[in-house]
Nanobody, 131 residues
Framework: QVHLVDSGGGSVQSGGSLRLACAAS????????LGWFRQAPGKEREGVAA?????????YADSVMGRFTITQQGDAKNTLYLRMNALTPDDTAMYYC???????????????????????WGQGTQVIVAS
């Protein structure tokens, strides 16, 4: 059982930065890759960024490429971060940390795992970007 706790959201002005964090207890890097999804009001949940269990591979959605950075920390790689720079109002959403079992993880192929393949979700952290 993996338990994910998201934090770090908030309200910022356009052009500002935030760093989201996800504490993953029960997580084993050999078994799961991790990622961030977001969902804006009235829209479907979309994948933003993902990282393989050991951190060798990463994926970014086109909309965040060059602005967001996904990293892991610690020997166990059980703390996940999403550094978000140059934020725009289009980035306003609830952000969710996610864990995907290794056999469904597609980060190594350059693809974001789909939301339906996520095995564990964090509770979400709200990001609001004002224009």
């Amino acid at each position: 059982q993996v338990h994910l706790v998201d934090s770090g959201g908030g309200s910022v002005q356009s052009g500002g930065s935030l760093r989201l964090a996800c504490a993953a207890s029960g997580y084993r890097k050999e078994l799961y890759c991790l990622g961030w999804f977001r969902q804006a009001p009235g829209k479907e949940r979309e994948g933003v960024a993902a990282i393989s269990g050991g951190g060798a591979s990463t994926y970014y959605a086109d909309s965040v490429m060059g602005r967001f950075t996904i990293t892991q920390q610690g020997d166990a790689k059980n703390t996940l971060y999403l550094r978000m720079n140059a934020l725009t109002p289009d980035d306003t959403a609830m952000y969710y940390c996610a864990a995907v079992l290794w056999r469904k993880c597609t980060v190594g192929d350059g693809r974001m795992p789909p939301a339906q393949d996520v095995d564990y979700w964090g509770q979400g952290t709200q990001v609001i970007v004002a224009s």
